[in-house]
């Protein structure tokens, strides 16, 4: 196992070639084309990742599963890793890398727990990367340095009590103040990671959506930075007794008359709409690659045990049923990665219109992820059904992935409207 010291030296490497050029996918070979770690800098970093995620990461998984609380020492030393700012410019203190690496870096935290890797990714991605491509650099320059060190933990304000895959029905409004240098933001959000980092508090700093302009098809939709302290901003509630997720902080977060300075506003007034589409393509890409964690460490574990258990006096592994549980499980998660990796080094994370495969591997790799995981438990029978043989866990947190980032209703939908588009054709 490589060393801390080593690791962080590995990141700095990382950080200097990025600083220094743009990635880039070589297919000049098909031979040569690793199409999980595009380049030696991606296979670096999930060297990196990897290694804190089985030292580290995977230590602390099931107490704090069960205590149902957030590990903020844990999540801080990701930023000295330089893992949230992944994709950040190193000019605001992050290492400047791709969509491939977002989804390595996911893939491999959640492999050891899955609830620590969603509040990893909506903070690195949904958050920081939402900021810096519709932010403006002021906005770039108060956040993002202290997001990708750790200083302030993030998350995005969406999902309201009634109102989650219809964004649009969102209730929460934010008016011009008399002097029109503020915004009163008023509504309420429900479900929100990192909502609260200790809960007793509402979270850092997130990027609320609001309607600006009821008149409008879309409600004006508007974005606004809403930082802790901010009179009449205030924590609802923690959200406890989870399904699974349950390390994942969630809460209800109140917006009563919440004077957001126009400066605060992310991108256009009215222009949000297009920035969630645009972020919802990196939120599915990160909810697939969370999902090839979770069965790839499923496949692990039943794998081993299919080996070491016993019964009728061979490993259990001689047996038919489990040799069609492991084997189904295994293709199934390669066609998912595959999948999932081939979006990835195709997806430029500031343009929008990727929609169809962001939708597509989410709703591919999400359900084969909780198949896999189902299975592992039944190939463990009893012992597959208690924490201490993790693949429980992993069933229960792979549950949240057929909802968050939109429902698997959602992806049919938008899938259906996007293929309708290309009339027939399929390049």
């Known amino acids: 196992m490589r060393s801390q010291g080593s690791l962080t030296s590995s990141l700095r490497h990382l950080r200097a070639i990025a600083t220094r050029a743009k990635y880039s996918f070589s297919t000049s070979t098909s031979t040569s084309f690793d199409l999980f770690n595009p380049t ?24 704090f599963n069960r205590s149902e609380t957030f590990n903020l020492p844990l999540f801080r030393k990701l930023g000295g890793l330089g893992l949230l700012g992944v994709n950040i410019d190193p000019a605001y203190g992050g290492s400047g890398m791709d969509a491939t690496a977002a989804v390595i870096a996911t893939e491999e935290l959640a492999s050891a727990d899955p609830a620590f890797c969603v509040s990893y990714s909506v903070h690195s991605a949904l958050f920081a990367n939402n900021l810096q491509i519709n932010g403006n650099d002021e906005q770039r320059q108060r956040f993002l340095p202290r997001a990708c060190a750790g200083d302030v933990i993030g998350g995005i304000a969406m999902t309201e009590p009634h109102a989650g895959t219809d964004v649009f029905g969102m209730k929460t409004f934010a008016k011009p103040s008399a002097d029109g240098r503020h915004f009163l933001l008023t509504g309420t ?32 939709l508007t974005s606004f930075l809403v930082e802790k302290g901010m009179p009449g901003f205030s924590l ?36 949000a709409a297009l920035c969630l589409m645009r972020n919802f393509e990196i939120e599915r890409l990160c909810i697939a690659a969370a999902s090839l964690g979770i069965a ?22 001689n047996f038919g049923q489990v040799q069609k549980a492991i084997a189904e499980s295994y293709a199934e998660f390669m066609a998912g990665r595959s999948y999932v990796y081939d979006v990835a080094r195709r997806l430029d994370l500031r343009s929008y219109g990727n929609g169809l495969d962001a939708d597509g591997v989410k709703l ?11 299975r592992a438990i039944q190939v463990l029978g009893g012992n597959g059904y208690v924490g201490e043989y993790v693949v429980e866990r992993l069933w229960r947190d792979s549950r949240l992935l057929e909802i968050a980032g939109g429902t698997n209703e959602a992806h049919h939908k938008n899938m259906m409207r996007d293929i309708k588009r290309l009339r027939g054709r399929i390049e």
């Open 40 to 63: 030696p800098e991606h296979s670096a970093l999930r060297q990196l990742v990897r290694s804190f995620a089985e030292t580290e990461v995977e230590a602390q998984a099931l107490e």
């Open 364 to 374: 591919f790799a999400a359900p084969m992820a909780k198949r896999v995981a189902d």
């Open 236 to 271: 609802g509630q923690k959200i406890e007794d989870k399904c699974g997720m349950r390390a994942s902080p969630t809460a209800e977060l109140v917006f009563d008359d919440v004077r957001v300075p126009r400066e605060n506003i992310v991108g256009e007034q009215g222009g």
């Open 189 to 220: 959000k429900l479900y929100i990671t990192n909502g609260t980092l200790d809960g007793k508090t509402t979270g850092d700093v997130f990027i609320v959506y609001a309607k600006t302009d009821n008149t409008a098809k879309d409600g004006g």
């Open 296 to 317: 790839r460490r499923s496949i692990e574990v039943m794998s081993a045990y299919a080996q070491q258990r016993r019964a009728f006096g061979q490993p259990i592994a």
